[in-house]
């Protein structure tokens, strides 16, 4: 895989809402630094997503030091958001995973609530070392992840959004299409691969981190989003389903496990190990 390098980081630091696009990022065991340790929950603690809540994609988090946030949505007021003070946790559900997270306060409970119509609470993520565990059949003992799906990154390529981009062309939804990456909300974009490489790879290392290639990326309806106007189409999960079906998952994109900290930045070389 010669030439191949980061073309792109990105950072979700509430799970859903728009993220950023940093020239480095810190990797910590659990992801990356400040990536999805923000959560919105319903009044009976389970997760909120763009799954049922489009309109989350027009919402953008911006990191501020320490750890807070800078919410901002068309037609609201931003709004900071501190991290909370430690404080007793309370039990919120991510998918099959019960979470112990902290509460944020009321304010930022109520800007989200306004701008949803619908009651919800953001919660954060306090101790991401021991609050939940990667799905132990692609984990190592001690392993954990934030609010991510399941695993720490996500990796996709630009050759094989091209290739898809080709098929979808070939489909009943061309119009749908080109795709951007932004469908996919990807924490690192590589450059320079083959199409679809990234499915026979077992560990990479991006600049001086190794990471562990733990399992393609199952998807969802999230990626038939617009993320810059919260509407829904057919594509990309059409066109998966005839060409990228893996079981009962349509994939893009692989899950990765960090076997090593560091620091990755745009422009750094990507080896395969193995």
Not at 158 to 187: V, Y
Request: with cysteine.
């Amino acid at each position: 895989m010669p030439n191949s390098l980061l073309h792109a980081v990105h950072v979700y630091p509430v799970k859903s809402a728009a993220g950023c696009a940093p020239g480095e990022v810190k990797v910590e065991p659990w992801g990356p630094a400040g990536d999805r340790r923000w959560m919105l929950v319903d009044p009976a603690g389970k997760v909120v997503t763009q799954r049922p809540q489009p309109s989350l994609a027009l919402t953008r988090a911006e990191p501020l030091p320490g750890g807070g946030i800078r919410l901002s949505a068309p037609g609201r007021e931003s709004l900071n958001v501190a991290v909370p003070e430690p404080a007793e946790t309370t039990d919120v559900q991510l998918w099959k995973d019960k979470v112990e997270a902290v509460e944020a306060d009321a304010g930022a409970h109520a800007w989200f609530s306004e701008y949803l119509g619908t009651a919800v609470r953001l919660v954060h993520l306090d101790d991401p070392a021991r609050r939940r565990p990667i799905d132990p059949h692609y984990a190592e003992p001690g392993e954990t992840v934030s609010f991510a799906d399941g695993y720490p990154l996500l990796v996709t390529t630009l050759s094989s959004l091209d290739a898809l981009n080709s098929l979808i062309a070939q489909g009943d939804h061309a119009d749908e299409g080109p795709l951007p990456m932004n469908r996919f909300r990807p924490n690192a974009v590589l450059d320079g691969t083959a199409p679809w490489a990234e499915d026979d790879w077992k560990r990479i290392t991006i600049g001086d981190v190794t990471f562990r290639v733990a399992k393609p990326c199952g998807r969802c309806v999230v990626t038939t989003t617009d993320q810059r106007t919260a509407e829904r189409g057919k594509e990309p999960l059409r066109t998966l389903a005839r060409h990228r079906r893996s079981g009962d998952q349509l994939i893009f994109g692989q899950n990765l496990v960090p076997e090593s900290t560091g620091t990755i930045r745009v422009g750094d070389p990507v080896k395969v190990l193995e």
